[in-house]
């Protein structure tokens, strides 16, 4: 089997080359453990590893809809938001969709038997989505947006937002937009609300960054009624696991996590942007739980591996080039590992 990978996280891949794991801020976890409910659950869904899991995840999605200050009735789960970002096209059958140009690589991928328009996000704008957005959505039937987007790290308002699906409901276009980063975001402001207001907005989130479990693949779709019960019929019986539906259950039942993390990851962030521009480093948007920046160092990505560490190249992405990476925001001593390294490197 032959597949080009072009996501962060292949430790594996890694390890086949150096026969070692590496500190891995390629992938844009939460740096904090999930919390010990989790752990526990994970444990605990070894004993039902005999029973196919509730065919409707009842609890599961009333513990989101609780988080999410919504209805029962307009949660979807799914196997980790990949699988939505794959069947959602699938279902509703876009004959022209607009992207953003960096994105998610799996958007386009989706997007199959479509005709695929991209809006450029331009460095000299710093990578933010303009008002000009709008205009491109005319003659479009779906609309593929990320809030942070990924990899730059930029929020979008929720004003904006709301004028993107207004103008996608005039386009009888749908609005899909990834909030997978969103809860670790600083002054991040999901769409969700917007549900109510709207027939046409698809919000896609996941527990994967969130809580730091991307093996056990979690995710979900809040949408109206209508929408949920079409992509509902359509995903596979049994899709989420019993053990990725008791560790959600359990990581939901910690209020206080999130905020924790979200504390956790400023304070970190900071020392990592603080020392980033020591080295005359660009930084761009960063206001997630990861931090894009502009080098000027061909190969980073290769010099670190030396030192054990593994980061995001960027310049597979559409729209950007060689020099641009990625680094997630992990526990300080790993944070300090990286700017150690950065320092040989820089200074020689």
């Not at 959602?88 to 989706?110: C, D, G, Q, R």
């Not at 997007?111 to 991209?118: M, S």
């Not at 992509?231 to 560790?247: F, G, H, K, Q, T």
């Amino acid at each position: 089997m032959s597949k080009n990978y072009t996501h962060g996280g292949d430790i594996y891949s890694y390890y086949e080359k150096y026969s070692r794991y590496p500190v891995d801020f390629s992938s844009s976890l939460n740096p904090l453990n999930a919390p010990l409910e989790v752990t526990n659950a994970y444990v605990e869904a070894y004993k039902y590893s005999f029973a196919y899991p509730p065919h409707d995840y009842k609890e599961l999605r009333e513990k989101i809809a609780e988080k999410e200050n919504t209805d029962i009735k307009n949660i979807c789960v799914s196997n980790g938001a990949g699988e939505l970002i794959r069947y959602i096209p699938v279902i509703f059958k876009p004959k022209n969709a607009l992207i953003t140009a960096p994105a998610f690589s799996e958007y386009k991928k989706s997007l199959i038997n479509c005709n695929v328009y991209e809006y450029l996000l331009k460095k000299e704008n710093n990578f933010l989505t303009g008002n000009d957005f709008l205009d491109n959505i005319s003659f479009k039937d779906m609309v593929f947006l990320t809030n942070p987007d990924n990899p730059i790290g930029n929020l979008i308002n929720i004003d904006f937002i709301e004028k993107i699906v207004e103008k996608c409901r005039k386009e009888n276009s749908y609005l899909v937009l990834d909030e997978c980063f969103i809860d670790l975001a600083e002054n991040g402001e999901s769409a969700v609300p917007l549900i109510k207001k709207y027939n046409n907005l698809i919000i896609i989130k996941a527990f994967t960054k969130t809580y730091a479990f991307a093996g056990l693949r979690l995710g979900y779709a809040v949408s109206n009624e209508k929408i949920i019960d079409i992509i509902d019929n359509m995903l596979p019986e049994w899709r989420v696991s019993m053990p990725a539906n008791m560790c959600g259950i359990a990581a939901l039942s910690d209020k206080s996590f999130i905020n924790s993390s979200i504390e956790y990851i400023k304070k970190e962030k900071e020392y990592l942007i603080s020392n980033l521009k020591i080295f005359d480093f660009i930084i761009y948007g960063s206001k997630a739980n990861y931090i894009f920046f502009y080098a000027g160092i061909f190969d980073l990505k290769e010099r670190l591996e030396k030192y054990n560490i593994l980061i995001r190249d960027c310049s597979n992405y559409n729209g950007l080039s060689k020099g641009y990476y990625r680094v997630a925001v992990k526990k300080h001593d790993d944070n300090e590992k990286l700017i150690k390294a950065l320092k040989e490197i820089v200074n020689g």
